[in-house]
Every structure is written in C-alpha cells, then in structure tokens.
C-alpha cells in the first residue's frame, strides 16, 4: 500500500530469514520428535530394560498368545544367527526365557549390537524385557559362538485383538555399524 | 535473443530515464533489473526443460520395445532420477519463479522487485548448482540412480557423486529461499497506493502463498540431506537401523517437504489461468475471494497429508486414515478452483488465442490429473496403485499439462508484453496441438501400464506392456519434437513481428497492459493510482 | 520367431485406436487393475471401480459444462459476454457436494483398510527378505528357506543387445527360479524386511505391496482363494537390477502342498549346498 521504506524491508526479511533458520531446525528437530511420536503408536520399539526386581507375575492362564521370534542379518554380515526356538505359546503376566544363537565366522574378534523390532505395533508397549542381549554390546572371539539370552514378559493389559507377537533382531557387526550400507 | 530487442525497445519508449542497461555481458551479470534477471530464469529454465527432455528421450527410447537395447539399468535409473531433480527444480520452479520476477512488480504497481541484489544473487546460484548436478554424470560411479526422492540406503550407495548432489540440492535451497523472501518483501511493501491485498490480481495471491510454503519447507529438505551427508560420511546414524535410526524417517522428513513442493510448483499455475481465462471470456473471474482462500487451503492442508507417499511403509492404522482422509479434503478447494474457471467461461465471448487454449487444455488435463490423485489418496487401492505407471501417469498430467502447459500459456500470453512483438499466432496454435495431442498420447496409456501392473523405475519390462511403452514412446518422441517449435517461436518473437499494442489483447485487466510494450526498463518509479 | 517392430507399431496403433473407442473389445489388453484371488483384492477392486466410476461420472459433468461454454459462449457467434462475477450459492452448493462424495468414499475405504491391515489368526508365515537382488523365503513354521532369483533364460534375455528376443522367452522377467509356495485358502502371513536396502513385495492378484525395510519388520496377509501362479515385482526402487527381481508365488491344492512340503525337508538334509547356502547369505 505504502511505498516501502528501506526499513520495512530489512525488518521483514530478516522475520523471513528467521522463519527459514528456524524451519531447517524443524527439520532436525523432526528426528526426536518422531522418536516420541513412534514410541507412542508402538511402531518401532524403543530399547528399554524394564527392571526385572519391579516385575511382578501375575500369569493369565486363560489366555495364550504366540510369541515368534525372528532373526536378521545384513547381507553378507559374517555372522550366523538364529533364534533356538522359533515358537512359543506364553501366558501374559509370566516371565519367560529364550536365547538367540550367534556365532562368528571370521577369523577375529567383532564386536555386534541387535535391533529389536516388535510386531503388531500395538504389542510393542506391553513387551517388556528384564533382560536383552540387545542392551550392550556383544564381544565375539575369532570363531566364538554362544546362545544370548532374553527374558521377558507379557504384560496382561495386552490388547485382545493381538494374538500373534513376533519380536524381531537384526545383529549388526561393529563395522556395519560404521558403514552400514555404504 | 529476447533481451538484446528488449533492451533497444526499451531505449525507444524510456528515452527520459538516463540509465538504461549497461551494455553486453555485464548487463546480464550485474543486473538488478528485475526484468533482465526474470528474463535470464524463464531462458535458464527452458535450457533446464530441454536438458531433462532430452534425459526423458533417452527414458522412452529404452522403453519403446521390451529388452535392453540402449542402455545400462544402472544409467537408466541415473536418467530418471536426474529428469526428475531437473524437470523439479531446473525447470518448473526457475520458469515460475522467472515469471514472477517479471510480472509481479508490474501487477502492483512496483519500481522493481524490493531486494534488487539478492535477486542478481538468487539467480545466479542456480547455474552453478546444476553444473554441480549434471558434473555428476561424468563423475566415476556416476550421477545419483537413487531416484529424485533420494531414499536411504540405496542413495548410500551413490559414490563420489553424494556430496556433489547434496551441495547441489543445498545451493538450488538457497537460491528458492532468497527467491521466495525477496517475493514476499516486495509484495507486502513494494505494492502501489490503493493496491490492496484482495485487489492484487491472482497470480501475485498463489505466488505469495507459494513463497511463505518455500520459505517453509525448504529448509526442511535442506535439513533432511544435511542428514543423509552426515550418515554417510560423519558417523551419524540418522536413518541407519544399525545405530537406533530408521529408513522411514527420511521418508517422512523428504514428503514433509516433498508434498507442499508439489503446490508450490501448481500454485502458481493456478495463477496464471486465473489471469488468462478472464481476458479471453472478457469476463471478471468468477469468485476471486473464494480462490484466495481455496488457495490458501490448499497450501495449509499441504503439511497435513504427506505420508499419502507412503502408505506402504507400514504406518499404523490411525496414521493411514489420517492421511487418506486430509489427502481427500484437498479435492474440495481444488475443485473450488476448476468450478471458478468453469463459471468464468460460462456466458463470456471466448476467442481462442494459444494462451487461452493452453488454458483449456490445462483445465481439462489437470483436473483428469486431480481425479487419478483422489484415486491414490484411497489407501486400500493405493497399495496397489503405490510405484507404478499410474502413479507416473498422475504426477505427469498434474505437472506437464498442468504445470508447464500454465507456464507455457503464461510466456504467450506475456510475450508480446515483455518484446513488443506479436508471436506467431499460427505457430502457436501448431505447438499448442501438438503438444496436446502427444502429451496424451504419452501419458494417458500409462494409466492403464500402472493398473495392469508394471512398476515404475524399471529399465525393462515383461512383454505384456510391450504396446502400451511403444504408444507412450511414439507419444514422447512427438512431445519432444513440438517443443522444439515452441522455442522457434519463442526467439521468432523476440527477434520481431508485428507489433504489439500497449492492450495487446481485449481490454484484458491488470496494470502490466497499461504501460508500454516492451515496458520500460524502469517502471512504475512513479507509483499508479489504484481505483 | 518374433514380431518385427513394424509389425509390433501396427499393433500399437491398433491398440491406441481399439482403446480410445472399445476398450471391452479388448480381451487380451489389460488395460485395468487386475479383480485377483483373495477376498481383499476383490474388495480394492470394488474399490477402485467405484472411485473410477465416482470420477467419470464428476468429469462427465465437469467436462459436459466446459465443452458446452466452449461451443455456445465465444465471440464469434456475437455473444454478448456477462459480467457476473460472484454467487454464494452457487459456492456453497459445490463445496458441499463434493464434501458429501468424499464422506461417501470414505466410509468404504476405511473398511476396506481395516480388513488389509489384520493380520490375526493366520495358518502359516513365512518371512520375506529382500536382497539386491532377489527375495529369500523363510517357512517359519517349518525349516525351510530358499531364495528366489530370475530364471537363468530371462536374465540372458535381459543384458544390453543380448540377442535373444524377449517374445521369444516365455514370462519374461516374470518367471523365478524357486517360488514362494503356499497352500490354497490358507490365511498366509508374510513378516517382510531387507537385508540392504528398501524393496517393495508386490503381487497385483494378491493385493499385497508392502515394503521391506532394514532393520525393521513389516507385517502382511493374504488368503488365495484359486490355485494357481500369481507374478509380480519389486515395487520400490533398490538400485541397478531393481526391474529384474520377480516375486512368483505358486498357490497349490492343500495335497500338492503338503507333499511339496516333504519334498522340501528331505532335499534340504540331501543337499550341503542348500544347508550351506542357508547359513552363509
């Protein structure tokens, strides 16, 4: 309407600049924010140890969900993994235990980490684990293998429409880690 | 070519001004004319067109016939993915913006845009940004094959030509970023006494709500790919499982940016038709305030139905509906504006000059390309439609009829304005009925390729698609061709012809037709009156 | 052998033709989204034809009006043009109707989304991974896993002037070494994931794409209810031979299924290879 004054411009753009620096923040700020925003609906499972002392047991023996469990590697990860049991029928409200057998197939030492993935969504907030070898760091010797256990429980608020839950890891070696599909 | 004539038109009608252009080369570099610099964008952008044309030749030369017979898959998926960032970025974005720049200190009554120097800036990013993007190619390992929306991890598998696309990608974020700013800055303060915001005309509405989405979401992107070079080369484990991170996120991070980026590139458009379809009904556009709004529902609910893109990633239920319901209200103020223009038309005393049957041809083909668009907002059918040719099918009736036949429609229209020349009215008409009738020749039988099954992104295909390639191929290799018509009639004008009025059509409305054609090299320095 | 190009631009153009003025004459085109064999993709099916319908019908209207102005409303018949510019009513009236259409369409949408996503009470699953590039199968009820790779007379066809006309190889690009293999009417659940990079897992007569992402697990479903062999593709982008990983599912007769089965277990004891393969990749 009025004709610009060199401060009306200077004022304005710099707002404009400030939206600008503060949308490529939002951007990264998107990384936590989509964290919360999946640990909320479930669909990816943070890595949470729930305390086994806190853990009471309170078994449904009505109600029988099964529990699948499934291992993944890389392509061409030097590793065997595989779950010792690829079934179970639980009760929730019960602790239960399993392991998962890994084993090194280099000639050296290689350090893993696994990341844990729960399905149904729905499932993944009432899937608790006292114990996880997907919490630490797993050291392997050359030619090392071993069975690293999981102990978890059902809590029995699960939903009742779930009656599968399939616990999903996929074991990285320490150099995938740092140049994962590089 | 156009700028040379401008320039010596310029000198005839603006005698009183004592500092015209400065004269060869440094005219182009050191301009702050914002008519010289949205002159050096509508040429750079159909330098851009051309390149990823002929990007999308070589596309359809492998596709005419089942087997392999030109190229390797891995060049293959180079020259879609470099079409794609081209076409988005070199051609469609600079070609809008370029009109922009000339048009809309005229529309309100402005000296020049109201950050001179950073729009000589703005510009002369971009030429360095593709040089960067299309070194690529010749790079060892090649161009990025990832395709345009760039998904980790397969773009970790570029090679040495990450770094070059991601800097490139930055430095285009830059260059629209100053644009948009300096857009917003002079129509806020630059427009003429009595100018008011619901007096501006139409195409200065969509191209300031385009702005404010561009300051919006760009930086976005720019986060997004900051991300994927830290992934790649800092350690950072953004979208890497082996580290806590997660693939999808990039997803929802690019469409955040991705979808709005789809209006910013149709936004505009709508502009233009909404200029065009009034002049040559002779009739006012039917429900102005109704666009504006319809327009600025559209840019609003373009943050809310992103993850439409993604429906296969396996998104929680809640999340699905959500984004088919939001994806399905942008029909109603999409078909706001179509029913405007309908009404615009209804009872007016239409001729048929090129912009106007561009104009139609948009109208028609873009609204084919919006009904394929509430089909895929359907999450059950999408999962069937999701990277197939009907998908390929929708983006390019919504993007080549749509966006760049408004675009096209916006140069003949404005041609004579901007050189002083009419253009070749017959071989206007030739370019607009070839490129009708090809651009659905190419894009109207993958309609069915997508339905009957063939993925997009592939070199090849199994023989049941063979016809179907064949026509679209035919239905390319003319819509190549015809463009370049388009460009002898672009450089025919501007080298001279007959000469325009001031009016050059029938009382069409808006201040750019009362000054002079050329208009001078300084306009408006003395502010219009506005009734 | 095969058909000449000339040959082969004189059917397009019959093609082009037939499709623009008869598409139900063409049997042999396939020129829609295919009814497939499961409950659900009959059911996206129904969902698609009615989407299509509700669009044709808004187009035939839309277009109807536009091509009507066109003809009465220009200037060389000496009309007069009008200068109206505004009607509330008019603007009410068409952003209500739509908003009506769409609630409409909704409702069977959701339905439909609600039916795809529930994967519960399934008889058998079996775990996808995607490679570059190729599938590998894993029964998760059984020992059994395999990948599933183009068949060796394609992947000849399909190198840069390899001589071999693609007419000539029978389901070109379409055909796979080992297929998934599941029995007919059973509820069959897939847990996808990629050992490198995104892949899609499509099949059109199932109504399955879902992606198979690194690191994480998806879950999809299908019931086939006709025997038979369904084809399709990869579906999301995963690098150079992206075109060239087929999914090939053969769904059997509960009988020819389980002796399938059988057939399996033993040869995977017969075989070190198979056993070796398993445990390397």
Known sequence: ?182 | MSQVDTHSHTDHHDDHHDHGPAKGLKRWLFTTNHKDIGTMYLIFSLVMFMTGGAMAMVIRAELFQPGLQLVEPGFFNQMTTMHALIMVFGAVMPATVGLANWMIPIMIGAPDMALPRMNNWSFWILPFAFTMLLSTLIMPGGGPAGGWTMYPPLIQQTGVALPFLIFAIHMMGVSSIMGAINIVVTIMNMRAPGMTLLKMPLFVWTWLITAYLLVAVMPVLAGGVTMLLTDQYFGTTFFNAAGGGDPVMFQHIFWFFGHPEVYIMILPAFGIISEIIPTFSRKPLFGYESMVYATASIAFLSFIVWAHHMFTVGMPIAGQLFFMFSTMMIAVPTGVKVFNWISTMWRGAMTFETPMLFSLAFVFLFTIGGFSGLMLAIAPADFQYHDTYFVVAHFHYVLVPGAVFAIMAGVYYWLPKWTGNMYDETLGKVHFWMSTIFVNVLFFPQHFLGLAGMPRRIPDYATQFADFNMISSIGGFGFGLSQLLFIYVVIKCAKGGVKATDKVWDEPRGLEWTLSSPPPYHSFSVAPEIK | MSRTILNRLHSAALALFASAFAPAALADWALNMPVGVTEVSKEVYGLHMLILGVCVAIAIVVFGVMIVSIFLHRKSRGVEPAQFYHSTKAEIIWTVIPIIILIAMAVPAAEGLIKVEDTRNADMTVKVTGYQWRWRYDYLDHDIGFYSTLDRESNQARRVNSGTDPFSVENYLLEVDHPLVVPVGAKVRLLLTAADVLHAWWVPDLAVKKDAIPGYINEAWFKADVPGIYRGQCAELCGRDHGFMPVVVHVLERDEYDAWLVEQTTDKVASPENVAATRKL
């Open chain 1, 1 to 182: 309407m009025t004709q610009n004054t060199p401060q009306d411009n200077k004022a304005l753009t710099l707002k404009l600049v400030v939206m600008t620096l503060a949308m490529f923040g939002f951007g990264f700020a998107l990384v936590p924010l989509y964290s919360v925003f999946c640990e909320i609906t479930g669909i990816r499972s943070a890595i949470v140890e729930t305390d086994a002392s806190q853990v009471i047991e309170t078994p449904d023996i009505d109600r029988e969900v099964t529990i699948e469990f499934v291992a993944n590697r890389i392509a061409g990860a030097a590793w065997e993994f595989e779950p010792s049991v690829t079934k179970m029928k639980v009760h929730p409200g019960k602790l239960y235990s399993t392991t998962f057998f890994a084993r090194n197939l280099l000639d050296r030492p290689i350090t893993g980490l696994a990341t844990p993935d729960i399905k149904p969504a729905a499932a993944n907030k009432y899937f608790q684990k006292t114990e996880c070898f997907c919490f630490t760091e797993q050291k392997f010797g050359a030619s090392e293998s071993r069975d690293m256990p999981v102990r978890f429980i059902i809590d029995p608020e699960l939903p009742e429409h779930v009656d599968t839950v399939t616990l999903s890891y996929t074991f990285y070696s320490q150099t995938e880690l740092a140049s994962a599909a590089r």
